[in-house]
Nanobody, 119 residues
Framework: QVQLVESGGGLVQAGGSLRLSCTAS????????MSWYRQAPGKQRELVAMMTSGGSTKYGDSGEGRFLISRASVKNTVYLQMNLLKPEDTGVYFCHGNIQTRGSSSDYWGQGTQVTVSS
């Protein structure tokens, strides 16, 4: 069993910053990819940023240049630093991991953390 737990969401004014954290725990053999997605009200879930086990990163159009995904020295933790936040960044941010347990690789999701950006 694998769990992903996010933290760091909240309410911030436009132009401000937030840092989200996600820690994976459980019967983890290795982590292939960890990502952040977000879902705004009435919209589909979209990729914000992803990082592979080798350290390669990819960003969605919404966060390019403003968001930074990184991983901590603490095992199995990734961060999403969000700067210059805009009201349209409001939504529930989900941590996702493609994680290998003893048997196979599967996709896992956190419960989500709310980010609200006020104008």
């Amino acid at each position: 069993q694998v769990q992903l737990v996010e933290s760091g969401g909240g309410l911030v004014q436009a132009g401000g910053s937030l840092r989200l954290s996600c820690t994976a725990s459980g019967s983890i053999f290795s982590i292939n990819v960890m990502s952040w997605y977000r879902q705004a009200p009435g919209k589909q879930r979209e990729l914000v940023a992803m990082m592979t086990s080798g350290g390669s990163t990819k960003y969605g159009d919404s966060g390019e240049g403003r968001f930074l995904i990184s991983r901590a020295s603490v095992k199995n933790t990734v961060y999403l630093q969000m700067n210059l936040l805009k009201p349209e960044d409001t939504g529930v941010y989900f941590c996702h991991g493609n994680i290998q347990t003893r048997g196979s690789s599967s996709d896992y999701w956190g419960q989500g953390t709310q980010v609200t950006v006020s104008s």
